[in-house]
């Protein structure tokens, strides 16, 4: 059997809601840091997108930050003013000429914020979070002696985040996105809600299950509002450790049992179910912080409604493997797109992959967007001549 067609599965259309993708080889979201000198998608922001749109059936957007008020990085591009909706707009309207689709990532980041970084400091606002619990780990490495993270404010009324949820959705559909996925995961903003680690609230937004899932529940519910259940994803990591997330292995089970079945039934049109990966996995006094389990064998069979996706470190075998046996409908990649701006033809023509991409050039580090380019939009196509 030839190495193409081991991979075959991969490259059947797939109907998601009322758009149809063309492959099964999609882009997650990847911070790259890149949005310079400010928060506002610019010329080399398009252009890495363009060169990544002609090859990917679906791509996630890069975390696009909902508020100034929730930052932990530098150049990171949001969604809160008209300047950034036209930096967008130019983004989709290259994914469309590729025909491509483009979903952004709302972004929220909590108490994983720093009050001394830039664009907290021009919020006015404080680093809020559902408890007054510090993360521990972290680094500002843009910060002066790169402190870690503070303990946060507690967010008084919930429902004020909600909106700006729901004001983000608005600016994403008017910037050209073909719908928004929740960033339900890796310890930001509503991974905190749910987690009890990070939720010690005794009101109507913590304490039993039902209460730590509501913020997430009520921010799916107005992104529904403004784009229809069929144009609304979520992306979790039950399993994963990141910024200091992560329960006993049961109340692991049991929260996100209920919260993604009830996530379902709102009609969402996919679930990112995010599989454990040991090597990003983080640990404090030599144990890994997550909790490791088949994310996909323990959740899959609750959802009912909503296509069912993965992403962890899949290899291109593998993913065609659990799209073939029926397990998922589509396999998020996230660093092979990195060196790699057409991976899904790659791996449809069988080319190599390039090396691995320099980690240290992953995310934006400072110059003019010439020297931002570097580790980001000067990796080479393949040759398939």
Partial sequence: MSSTSLVAALFQPLQLGPITLKNRIFISALTRNRSVPTNVP?????????????????IISEGVLITRQ????????????????????????????QESFIFAQLWHLGRVS?????????S??????????????GKFRHLPGTPGYVTPTVLDDPMTIIELYKQAAINAKEA??????????????????????????TDEWGGSIENR?????????????????????????????????????????ETYSYFISEADKLGIVYINLVRYIPHTDWEFDGKKRGTPHDVISTYAPLIKHATIFSNGAFTPEEAASFVADGKVAGIF?????????????????????????????????????????KGYTDYPLANYE
């Fill in 42 to 58: 610019n010329e080399i922001n398009v252009e890495y997108y363009e060169q990544r749109a002609g090859s990917a059936g679906l």
């Fill in 114 to 122: 720093h009050p001394d970084a830039p664009e907290q400091i021009a």
């Fill in 176 to 201: 050209g996105f073909d719908g928004v996925e929740l960033h339900a995961a890796s310890g930001y903003l509503v991974n905190q809600f749910l987690d009890s680690t990070s939720n010690h609230r």
């Fill in 213 to 253: 899932a509501r913020f997430a529940l009520e921010a799916l519910k107005v992104l529904i509002e403004v784009w229809g259940a069929d144009r609304v994803g979520m992306r979790v990591t039950p399993a994963q450790g990141f910024n200091d997330m992560g329960m006993p292995l049961s109340e692991t089970i």
């Fill in 333 to 373: 990649f996230g660093v092979p797109w990195i060196a790699n701006p057409d991976l899904a033809k790659r791996i449809q023509c069988g080319k190599p992959l390039n090396d691995k991409p320099t980690v240290e050039l992953f995310y934006g580090h400072g110059g003019d967007l010439e020297e931002q380019r």
């Fill in 70 to 97: 929730g930052t932990e990085w530098p150049w990171a591009p949001g969604i809160w003013s008209q300047e950034q909706i036209h930096g967008w707009k130019k983004v989709t309207d290259t994914v469309h000429e």
């Fill in 124 to 137: 006015g606002k404080p680093v809020y979070a559902p408890s007054a619990i510090s993360a521990r780990g």
